[in-house]
C-alpha cells in the first residue's frame, strides 16, 4: 500500500519549490514511514539546490526532519508506530567506518544519501506513475510524510517528550556537525583555547559546545556583528569582526602561545591557511565548510611536522547518531545548549521565504512546520 503526501520538489537555482502530491513506496523491512512535522534548513539544502553535490535535479531534499512513526518495516526493532522521532544522515552499516561507529564516513555515503533513489535504484517516491528523485540523506524530509531507515530515525527520549519537534528537528544536522566537531571529533579539552570562524547554526552549535567543554578562552570571528553579539550570548568570551579587525593579530593577542582548537566553518581556502598558522603544538585544525571542490591548501610542512599539528576534516561531527543525538537533547533540557533561541519556523508553503531567511543571514536557523 503506498502513501499520498505533498513534496516540496526542488527544480534547481532560482526557480521555486513547487509543492505537489506524491506517493510514498510501502516501508521496505528496514524502512520506518514517518509522518513529518517539522525539518530544519540547511546550507547542504542549499548546496544541492545550486548543484555543487552530485544530487540530480528536480529532487525533494530536507534533511533534518523531525515527526512521528507511522509504519515500520519488519525488520526494525528499535521505533513503533506512534513513537516521536528525529531523521539524520543514512549509512550503509557494514563498512569498515561503520564497523568502528563512525557512520559520517561511510564509504557508501553518496549512494545511501544523494543519488536520488535507493542504493539499488528504485525511488521511494513517485508522482504520475513516474519515480521522483528523493531519498536524500535517507529521508527526503521537506514533505508531508517521509520514508527513513532502520539506521538514521532515533527515538525521542520521554524525557523530551514536551519539547516541539520544530525544536528538535535541527539537531539532526547542523547543530549536531558543530558540537560534534567540538565534543567528538577534537574532543576539545577544558581550559584550552578554540576559535570558531564563521558564526551560522554550525559555528555556534561549536560555541555552545566548546562551553559545555569548558574551553577557555572561546574566540567567535565572523564579519556580522548580530551573529557575533549571538555568539557572545550562547558562550564565546571573545569576539572578533573580521571585517573591521585583523582577526590573526588578535588571535595572536589573546592566545600568545598558540590555539589548542581552531574550527573553520567557512570553506575559505584564506581563513583555514591562516587558522593552520595559529595552532599550537599538538593543535588541531578542524575543516566543515564547502569548499569549492577545486580548492587546495598550502600549508607549512614542518610546522606541522615539528608541532604534532593536526588538520582534520570533519563530517556530521563524528556522530553516531544514537548516541549524540539524545546527549545534545539532554544539553538542551539542561539549558546548556539553548539552540532553539536560533530558530525561526515558517509553514511548508512558505518553503522559498524560509530558505531566503537562511541565505539572507536574516535567521541562523529556519524551520519548516508542515502541521501547522
Known amino acids: 500500500m503506498t502513501t499520498s503526501a505533498q513534496a516540496a520538489i526542488c527544480k534547481g537555482g532560482e526557480a521555486p519549490f513547487a509543492i505537489e502530491a506524491v ?71 557494514t563498512c569498515p567506518s561503520c564497523e568502528v561507529d563512525k557512520p559520517t564516513y561511510c564509504y557508501n555515503f553518496v549512494p545511501e544519501n544523494w543519488i536520488g533513489t535507493r542504493p539499488d535504484g528504485s525511488h521511494t517516491l513517485h508522482r504520475d506513475g513516474e519515480g521522483v528523485n528523493a531519498n536524500f540523506f535517507g529521508q527526503s524530509s521537506f514533505a508531508t510524510h517521509a520514508i527513513g531507515h532502520a539506521r538514521n530515525v532515533v527515538k525521542v527520549p520521554e524525557s523530551a517528550a514536551h519539547v516541539p519537534l520544530s525544536t528538535l528537528a535541527p539537531l539532526g544536522c547542523g547543530f549536531m556537525t558543530g558540537a560534534g566537531a567540538v565534543l567528538r571529533s577534537m574532543k576539545v579539552r577544558a581550559g584550552m583555547p578554540i576559535a570558531v570562524f564563521g558564526t551560522g547554526a554550525v559555528g555556534l552549535g561549536a560555541i555552545m559546545a566548546a562551553k559545555i567543554a569548558g574551553a577557555n578562552p572561546i574566540i567567535a570571528v565572523d564579519i ?39 574550527f573553520d566553518t567557512t570553506g575559505l581556502k584564506a581563513i583555514i591557511e591562516s587558522a593552520a598558522g595559529l595552532i599550537a603544538p599538538l593543535g588541531i585544525v578542524g575543516i566543515v565548510g564547502a569548499s569549492d571542490p577545486a580548492a587546495n591548501l ?75
Open 23 to 93: 506517493m510514498l513506496d510501502e516501508p521496505r523491512a528496514d524502512e520506518v514511514l514517518v509522518r513529518i512535522h517539522a525539518c530544519g534548513i540547511c546550507h547542504t539544502d542549499m548546496a544541492a539546490r545550486d548543484g555543487q553535490l552530485p544530487t540530480p535535479l528536480p529532487m525533494v531534499l530536507g534533511h533534518e526532519g523531525a515527526g512521528v512513526v507511522e509504519k515500520v518495516g519488519s525488520e526494525v526493532t528499535h521505533v513503533k508506530p506512534g513513537d516521536r522521532v528525529l531523521m539524520s544522515f543514512n549509512s550503509c552499516g
Open 298 to 372: 598550502t600549508l607549512n610542512e614542518s610546522a606541522f611536522m615539528g608541532g604534532g599539528k593536526r588538520l582534520m576534516g570533519i563530517l556530521g561531527g563524528d556522530s553516531d547518531l544514537f548516541g549524540f543525538l539524545p546527549e545534545l537533547i539532554d544539553h538542551h533540557l539542561a539549558g546548556r545548549f539553548p539552540h532553539d533561541r536560533l530558530i525561526k519556523t515558517f509553514p511548508f508553503a512558505q518553503i522559498d521565504e524560509a530558505f531566503h531567511a537562511g541565505e539572507s543571514g536574516a535567521v541562523v536557523k529556519p524551520v519548516l512546520v508542515m502541521d501547522a
Open 224 to 262: 556580522h556583528d548580530n551573529r557575533l553579539a549571538l555568539a557572545r550570548e550562547l558562550g564565546a568570551t571573545h569576539t572578533i569582526n573580521g571585517k573591521t579587525s585583523n582577526a590573526e593579530e588578535e588571535i595572536r593577542k589573546l592566545c600568545p602561545q598558540g590555539l589548542g582548537y581552531a
